[in-house]
């Protein structure tokens, strides 16, 4: 328990610091952002609300979520709202990217965390895995399917894409596969029902 909520408090916080480096976010917040940009709403407060629009396409696909789905759609929106209001932008490109590799490395440990604590997927993950079940089509495709769809949105919406969106889909595939046997709960220890390893929210 401890380890999920580190987990995603450490992933909203890595979110506030992607957003405050300024050179792009990762598909699913570049869609975030240019609904935040569109609605006036805080990107923590359309994190939370995505989050459960997702979960409801969840029930054509008969997925069911687990305790660290539900914790997920909440905390990771929470946090990025208070990441946002206690870290600073910067401007001078030395620290914007400082900002973006203390974004990335922080982002595969939170991610590395909850996954690992086997409480279940994020909204987003439970999405592409369960299209990919229904359909047959593999997780890569039905991954790029829906990334590449919402950063479209994302981007005419006004989101930041940029040189951290690509660090971002280069780095954190490696960086949790390296990262996660470490912090992978042992299967053994009681779980909650559904609860799997998962990847990236």
Not at 128 to 156: D, P, Q, Y
Request: a positive charge.
């Amino acid at each position: 328990m401890i380890q999920l909520f580190t987990g995603l408090a450490m992933y909203g916080i890595s979110l506030a610091m992607f957003i405050r480096a300024g050179l792009g976010l990762d598909p699913w917040d570049v869609f975030h952002q240019g609904l935040a940009n569109r609605t006036g709403m805080s990107i923590g407060l359309v994190v939370i609300i995505v989050s459960f629009l997702v979960l409801l396409l969840w029930i054509p696909l008969r997925q069911w979520p687990g305790f660290g789905t539900l914790c997920n759609a909440i905390l990771v929106g929470v946090f990025a709202d208070i990441g946002l209001a206690l870290i600073p932008a910067v401007s001078q490109l030395f620290g914007q990217v400082a900002m973006l590799a203390g974004a990335v490395l922080l982002n595969g440990i939170a991610s590395a965390c909850y996954i690992g604590a086997r409480f279940g997927p994020g909204a987003r993950d439970g999405l592409m895995t369960g299209l990919a079940r229904r359909t047959g089509w593999s997780v890569r495709l039905s991954r790029t399917l829906i990334e590449v769809t919402v950063l479209a949105i994302g981007w005419v919406l006004g989101g930041s894409v940029g040189v951290g969106t690509v660090v971002y889909a280069l780095a954190i595939g490696p960086l949790v596969q390296l990262l996660l046997p470490r912090f992978m709960v042992p299967a053994a220890l009681p779980q909650t029902a559904g609860a799997a390893p998962a990847t990236v929210s």
